[in-house]
């Protein structure tokens, strides 16, 4: 029998850079979808995943960190966050359990202020902190404004994440489906892909290099007899030295990206991968319109 007071609608993961919005929605949907790091700025693109249960589907947006933007891609990554706030039913603004509260989150209190779309607070990384210093974070942050509920959680281990599931749903209004129940993200897989070599850059790298990373998919073919895709990938670096550490010493570097990408693009296709990486160097490409545009960054509303 149908439930007839089935729920549906946008939720949107705002948070600080590096506070766990990729790991929580990951977590929720119970598959890899957006990549995760210690670095900040992971996460570029507005992500959608899909979550389906009896009671209702939430649409999730995994937006870019909300951050002081310092070249193009900085300001096209806030914008899209930004102006998420007033298109989604529900926001989840995830912080760390932490009694200072900085510049960024004041920041952040300031954008969700303007708007009337319920707030619920995620307290991510419980597991960091005893719980006589959870209720303060709680009293301290409840204080800056009135949230539709607090939730705290730990996305890495999955403690308590199913209350982000029941709360949120309490806030979406009835409605249809918008996708079938297999459906888990509307990213093409040549973008999730390019995304999981990015990871593995992210990973491997020194800190100054990945924030001036890009991948491109050159070429995706699946072979006309077996089950091998053959994929050609080309990663985008800014500067000489950046190439030369990405491809490393006799190429060790290059060949340990390779690998590990490899690994979880396999298990994404659920096929055999051949898989051949180039570096290029393309400088300033984060200041450039048209190599944003190339990399998969859409600016349509930029």
Not at 101 to 119: D, F, M, N, S, Y
Not at 185 to 190: A, F, I, L, M, Y
Not at 228 to 243: F, G
Not at 260 to 271: A, G, P, Q, Y
Request: with cysteine; aromatic share 6%; hydrophobic share 35%.
């Amino acid at each position: 029998m149908e439930n007839t007071n089935f729920k549906s609608g946008f939720v949107t993961l705002i948070g600080r850079p590096n506070v766990g919005k990729s790991t929580l929605m990951n977590q929720l949907i119970g598959q890899k979808i957006a990549i995760t790091s210690n670095k900040p700025q992971t996460t570029r693109n507005r992500i959608q995943t899909v979550y389906t249960s009896e009671e209702g589907q939430i649409v999730f947006l995994d937006t870019p960190g909300i951050h002081k933007a310092k070249n193009k891609l900085g300001e096209y990554m806030v914008n899209t966050a930004e102006r998420t706030l007033n298109e989604v039913d529900v926001i989840l603004w995830l912080v760390e359990p932490t009694k200072f509260i900085g510049a960024g989150e004041r920041h952040i209190v300031e954008q969700l202020k303007k708007t009337k779309t319920p707030v619920i607070l995620i307290i991510n990384k419980i597991d960091m902190v005893k719980k006589e210093e959870l209720l303060e974070v709680i009293k301290i942050y409840s204080e800056l404004m009135d949230f539709a509920e607090v939730v705290p959680c730990c996305a890495f281990t999955g403690e308590n994440c199913k209350d982000v599931i029941t709360s949120t749903m309490k806030y979406l209004p009835e409605g249809p489906k918008f996708y079938e129940d297999d459906v888990v993200t509307d990213q093409p897989e040549r973008q999730i892909v390019s995304e999981l070599i990015r990871e593995k850059v992210l990973h491997l790298m020194e800190a100054e290099i990945p924030h001036g990373v890009a991948v491109s998919i050159d070429s995706m073919k699946k072979r006309r007899h077996g089950h091998i895709m053959d994929i050609h990938a080309t990663i985008v670096c800014e500067r000489e030295s950046h190439k030369g550490m990405i491809i490393g010493k006799q190429g060790k570097m290059l060949q340990q990206i390779g690998q590990n990408s490899r690994f979880e693009i396999e298990k994404l296709l659920d096929t055999k991968v051949n898989l051949q990486l180039w570096v290029k160097v393309k400088k300033d490409w984060r200041d450039s319109d048209f190599l944003i545009k190339n990399f998969g960054y859409d600016k349509k509303e930029y």
